[in-house]
């Protein structure tokens, strides 16, 4: 299993879902998604590979109302293959900053602490993220 620890990305937070459908969003399986410690979140994947460096880029998109108060952010894991055709199975842990997301929260709501409600829309994943 390839290793990513090293660069941690930071998650690009758009401000309208017409940013986000430009992602691109080659094949690939969403194994495990999880927060981990000072705002990152850690997410499994895998895919067919082996021959060309593929690229990974979280997108979220903040939901600015929510008929129940929990603010909520809708985000996308985007995957560009660049054309890579080989076929062994790669498995790659990935992790992103959460950091820009909780920042744009606290710009808007002026807050210092709070939770946002991550609905990861590739596999339908709602993760609580609380920050502060």
């Not at 927060?35 to 082996?50: R, W």
């Not at 560009?80 to 900053?97: A, Q, Y």
């Not at 339908?124 to 609380?130: P, R």
Request: charged share 25%; proline share 2%.
């Amino acid at each position: 299993m390839s290793n990513s620890k090293d660069k941690i990305q930071q998650v690009v937070v758009f401000d309208n879902e017409s940013y986000m459908k430009k992602m691109k969003m080659d094949l690939f399986n969403l194994i495990e998604v999880k927060l981990i410690k000072n705002d990152i979140l850690s997410t499994l994947v895998s895919y067919f590979g082996g021959c060309e460096k593929h690229e990974f880029t979280l997108g979220a998109i903040p939901a600015m109302t929510n008929s129940d108060s929990t603010l909520q952010a809708n985000l996308v894991l985007g995957h560009e293959n660049n054309g890579d055709t080989c076929k062994k199975i790669v498995k790659e842990r990935l992790e992103f900053d959460l950091t820009p997301l909780k920042e744009k929260y606290r710009q808007i709501y002026r807050v210092k602490v709070g939770s946002i409600m991550l609905h990861l829309m590739n596999k339908e994943i709602i993760i609580k993220y609380d920050f502060n």
